[in-house]
């Protein structure tokens, strides 16, 4: 092999490891997008927490709804997430979750 294709051949190799990356960071992106099932909150059943809420308002926001996001806050009666009452976080993740699908 000359030096020239040992050069390009390394050079496609590089590019295919960056891919790689770059693919491994968007699976891993939507793996962290997909918002848990809403829990019914039956005694005994364990509530969601601001983190958990606070992920999927992340993701949602990152996606280009961080206005709506806002709106919904405060259609909850809250200004910020950490003052939203626990007790419709919920709902508020119900709500999270349709954004964005036309329908």
Partial sequence: MTKETLASLAAELETCGQTLLKLAEALRAKEETLAPEPQ?????STKLTLEEVRKVAADKSRQGFTDEVRGLIQKYGADKLSSMDPEKYEAFLQDLEVMGHAG
């Fill in 40 to 44: 019914k909150n039956e005694p005994g």
